[in-house]
């Protein structure tokens, strides 16, 4: 009897034990399962094929508040031909109907008599809006980009990535952050959404697997600073000015709003070392 007892409870106890033990294991794989796996970027596929974009209405109005290093308005004016003494020489004239006014050529260093100043066969203001080098005769360079957000002493390049493919992502994610395919383009209408490493697999590729993990120490106010710098050498600066902060669920779709305004979001892996989340601080272009 004593023998039967004590079999009954050597298996209970075996049972327990053995119990426990696939329970360590289950906790620790399912630990290691979200540890650093998702990459920051890893959030959904977007369809945002239509990002509508206004020529020019999400850049700053006045040529006085774009931060563009260049001569005056009036030698550049000049030496494109146009005529002083005429309306084709106003700041919001558009001469080559391209739908991009002349201070904006000015700024892009783009002709302001000449539709496609590049001949690529896409026009300066389709370009533009769409994030492309108007004044590159390869019709897919794209402006050299850089964020900087100096509250928490970050500065990167910003890929434009043609994919939403995860291991796409990964590679450009070697090179810094990265400008989420189909976006917005810098200063345009439409959330622009910029993704980077929170944390990474220690033996990942790259020197940017962690240039987010500081981004919760940003507040509301805050400014963002995106510079745009062009193949002729033009560059423009972007201010964006911090409107909120939140966390969300892995798949929350609602990340891929787009928005009607000149809108930053800057994305990443939330909480460091996991995919469970995403940590998402969005911006405002400052007028
Ligand atoms: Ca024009
Ligand atoms: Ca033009
Ligand atoms: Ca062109």
Same mark, same amino acid.
């Given at each position: 009897?004593?023998?039967?007892?004590?079999?009954?409870?050597?298996?209970?106890?075996?049972?327990?034990?053995?119990?426990?033990?696939?329970?360590?294991?289950?906790?620790?794989?399912?630990?290691?399962?979200?540890?650093?796996?998702?990459?920051?970027?890893?959030?959904?596929?977007?369809?945002?094929?239509?990002?509508?974009?206004?020529?020019?209405?999400?850049?700053?109005?006045?040529? =006085?508040?774009?931060?563009?290093?260049?001569?005056?308005?009036?030698?550049?004016?000049? *030496?494109?031909?146009?005529?002083?003494?005429?309306?084709?020489?106003?700041?919001?004239?558009?001469?080559?109907?391209? %739908?991009?006014?002349?201070?904006?050529?000015?700024?892009?260093?783009?002709?302001?008599?000449?539709?496609?100043?590049? %001949?690529?066969?896409?026009?300066? *203001?389709?370009?533009?809006?769409?994030?492309?080098?108007?004044?590159?005769?390869?019709?897919?360079?794209?402006?050299?980009?850089?964020?900087?957000?100096?509250?928490?002493?970050?500065?990167?390049?910003?890929?434009?990535?043609?994919?939403?493919?995860?291991?796409?992502?990964?590679?450009?994610?070697?090179? =810094?952050?990265?400008?989420?395919?189909?976006?917005?383009?810098?200063?345009?209408?439409?959330?622009?959404?910029?993704? %980077?490493?929170?944390?990474?697999?220690?033996?990942?590729?790259?020197?940017?697997?962690?240039?987010?993990?500081?981004?919760?120490?940003?507040?509301?106010?805050?400014?963002?600073?995106?510079?745009?710098?062009?193949?002729?050498?033009?560059?423009?600066?972007?201010?964006?000015?911090?409107? =909120?902060?939140?966390?969300?669920?892995?798949?929350?779709?609602?990340?891929?709003?787009?928005?009607?305004?000149?809108?930053?979001?800057?994305?990443?892996?939330?909480?460091?070392?996991?995919?469970?989340?995403?940590?998402?601080?969005?911006?405002?272009?400052?007028?």
């Amino acid at each position: 009897m004593y023998a039967l007892y004590k079999k009954i409870r050597n298996s209970w106890v075996s049972s327990i034990l053995f119990a426990c033990v696939l329970l360590v294991i289950f906790l620790v794989l399912f630990y290691l399962s979200n540890l650093n796996l998702g990459p920051s970027h890893k959030i959904q596929s977007v369809d945002q094929n239509s990002v509508a974009i206004d020529p020019g209405a999400g850049i700053k109005e006045k040529l =006085g508040a774009l931060d563009v290093s260049m001569e005056s308005y009036d030698e550049w004016a000049k *030496s494109e031909g146009l005529n002083s003494n005429s309306n084709n020489n106003a700041l919001d004239a558009d001469p080559d109907g391209d %739908g991009l006014p002349n201070y904006l050529e000015y700024a892009y260093g783009t002709n302001p008599t000449k539709a496609d100043t590049d %001949g690529d066969g896409f026009s300066d *203001s389709h370009e533009i809006q769409n994030g492309y080098d108007p004044d590159a005769s390869n019709p897919s360079a794209r402006a050299q980009v850089e964020i900087s957000v100096s509250k928490i002493n970050i500065a990167a390049p910003v890929i434009w990535s043609n994919t939403t493919d995860s291991a796409g992502m990964d590679k450009d994610l070697e090179n =810094g952050v990265i400008h989420y395919y189909q976006t917005a383009a810098p200063g345009q209408n439409g959330t622009m959404i910029v993704s %980077g490493h929170s944390s990474n697999y220690v033996w990942a590729k790259g020197d940017y697997n962690h240039i987010f993990a500081d981004l919760n120490n940003v507040a509301v106010g805050d400014v963002i600073t995106v510079k745009e710098t062009e193949a002729n050498g033009r560059v423009l600066t972007y201010s964006y000015k911090i409107s =909120g902060k939140k966390i969300v669920s892995a798949d929350d779709q609602s990340v891929f709003d787009n928005s009607s305004n000149p809108t930053l979001e800057l994305t990443t892996c939330w909480p460091i070392g996991t995919n469970l989340q995403r940590l998402i601080v969005t911006a405002d272009l400052a007028q």
